[in-house]
């Protein structure tokens, strides 16, 4: 949509985020005493952070294993060094390889961010040319894996069918397990990236019991998924220009969110060298619950729920209650309005200008005009997210709520994929296995059957 003016970007013009925190006074080291010895340990300080294993030299004796860290949820551990993007929470900043989203969505086409996210340039003209017809080339499926999909019932959830399709390919490309070659990982990303819009169209396809729809190669990435999606008999699809531009800028929006649910999913899975199929699938499952990926279609439902703008008081007073969350509110990491909430309500109102205004905005409006006046909001800073408005404009497109997370897969993978190459490629990194803190029982020895009972053992859960 060029021309359109812009939503405000998130960018703070003032100390460049990245600086922040150097050049500080005191020498880069915490210093500890240990309490129980009276011993003094210095341990470094590296990018704000310590290295949890510094703790291990922590005990009380030879006999002590040595101090770990603790982080439930990882709420306060980097899992990993990383350079495709960076998000400031506080400040609504959220950049691919340094560029503000503001400026992609803006300016670029969903596969010009892609190669961007995966080889961290944007790519010149003769690369994304060469690009585009990579991915075009790799848009069709195997004819077995259509018969996979027919194993699915007709309400099939698109994300059970999805992730396990995504498996599959892992059957049909033995090859990808040589994660550590660089030349099969590159096909392998590229065959993800072509063919996640064609399994995604075909389980639309199939709940609704239509023909599939092959890959349109004259078509651009957005428009051959909606040619697949919904092409009848008509001889040629010809999608709408202001739909495809929206879905392409929701598509930049999606694609990548640093060490989130599914990225992290992406990492685990992919630290054990599993293939990229089976740890996309992973990923894929991993986006798939309601608190994260998922959130899109629980949104709309809520919207249903509610119903009209003057039952919306009456929800939110059950949601300070602590009877269920306000689904599309609320993030880990943006403490402020998330950057790509902005430029979605933005881009709705230009899809609406051809759909038609999708009635559920009024009442998505009203909630998110009462919420952001409400403490209980503010005080645990819950903000609109990503998955606030995109139901609501791909609702208006003509997809079905199930289908919504599928929206958001697609573009994800190019994100999970980078996480996965970055992760195969850093020297630091091996097979992802946490501690535990152990809280069961002490050793005890076994009790025969017949003298089970006899005592107070706990009930079976
Ligand atoms: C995505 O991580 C990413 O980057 C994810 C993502 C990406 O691009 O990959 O951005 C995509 O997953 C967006 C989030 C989509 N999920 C939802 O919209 C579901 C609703 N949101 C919540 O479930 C929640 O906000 C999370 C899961 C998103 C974040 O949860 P946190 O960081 O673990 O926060 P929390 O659960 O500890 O909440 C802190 C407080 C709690 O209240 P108290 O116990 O202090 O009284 O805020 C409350 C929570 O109950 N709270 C909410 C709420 N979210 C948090 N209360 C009402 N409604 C909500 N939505």
Request: charged share 25%; aromatic share 10%; glycine share 6%.
């Amino acid at each position: 949509m060029p021309g359109a003016r812009w939503p405000e970007g998130g960018e703070n013009k003032g100390i460049a985020a990245d600086n922040l925190g150097k050049g500080t006074m005191g020498k880069e080291a915490l210093s500890i005493v240990d309490q129980r010895t009276q011993a003094a340990y210095e341990i470094p300080i590296h990018d704000g952070t310590i290295r949890a294993m510094d703790l291990r030299q922590i005990k009380t004796g030879p006999e002590d294993f040595g101090l770990m860290s603790y982080d439930p949820a990882f709420m306060n551990t980097a899992s990993c060094r990383s350079s495709i993007t960076f998000i400031d929470g506080d400040k609504g900043i959220l950049r691919y390889r340094g560029y503000p989203i503001e400026q992609l969505a803006e300016k670029c086409s969903f596969l010009e961010v892609a190669y961007l996210v995966l080889s961290g340039e944007l790519p010149t003209e003769p690369q994304l040319k060469e690009w585009v017809a990579d991915i075009t080339h790799h848009t069709m499926l195997h004819e077995t894996t259509k018969k996979f999909l027919e194993g699915f019932r007709h309400d099939a959830h698109p994300m059970g069918m999805l992730a396990s399709t995504v498996a599959a390919l892992s059957t049909v490309y033995p090859e990808s397990r040589e994660v550590l070659d660089p030349k099969v990982r590159a096909l392998q990303i590229r065959r993800l990236i072509g063919k996640m819009p064609t399994i995604a169209a075909y389980t639309y396809r199939h709940s609704l019991g239509y023909p599939y729809v092959y890959p349109d190669n004259e078509l651009s990435y957005t428009e051959n998924f909606m040619n697949m999606l919904w092409k009848m008999v008509e001889p040629k699809y010809i999608a709408n220009p202001v739909l495809a531009r929206a879905l392409d800028i929701l598509f930049i929006l999606h694609a990548d969110h640093e060490q989130n649910c599914s990225a992290n999913a992406m990492r685990s899975v992919g630290s054990s060298h599993a293939d990229p199929f089976l740890a996309t699938a992973a990923a894929a499952a991993a986006l798939s619950g309601p608190l994260h990926g998922g959130a899109n279609e629980e949104v709309l439902k809520m919207l249903d729920e509610i119903g009209s703008k003057d039952k919306v008081p009456a929800y939110i007073a059950k949601v300070k209650a602590g009877e269920f969350k306000l689904m599309g509110f609320g993030h880990r990491i943006y403490k402020n309005y998330d950057p790509r909430a902005r430029i979605i309500k933005w881009a709705a109102d230009k899809v609406f200008e051809v759909t038609g205004r999708n009635p559920k905005l009024e009442i998505a409006l009203e909630l998110e005009r009462i919420a952001l006046e409400d403490e209980y909001f503010i005080k645990r800073k819950l903000y609109p997210n990503v998955d606030f408005y995109s139901g609501i404009i791909y609702q208006a497109m003509g997809f079905q709520p199930a289908m919504l997370t599928v929206l958001f897969a697609i573009p994800r993978t190019v994100g999970w994929l980078a996480q996965w190459q970055e992760m195969l490629c850093d020297a630091e990194q091996k097979i992802a296995r946490p501690r535990q803190v152990f809280t069961g029982q002490a050793a005890r020895d076994f009790v025969p059957l017949e003298k089970r009972g006899v005592t107070a053992a706990p009930t079976a859960a």
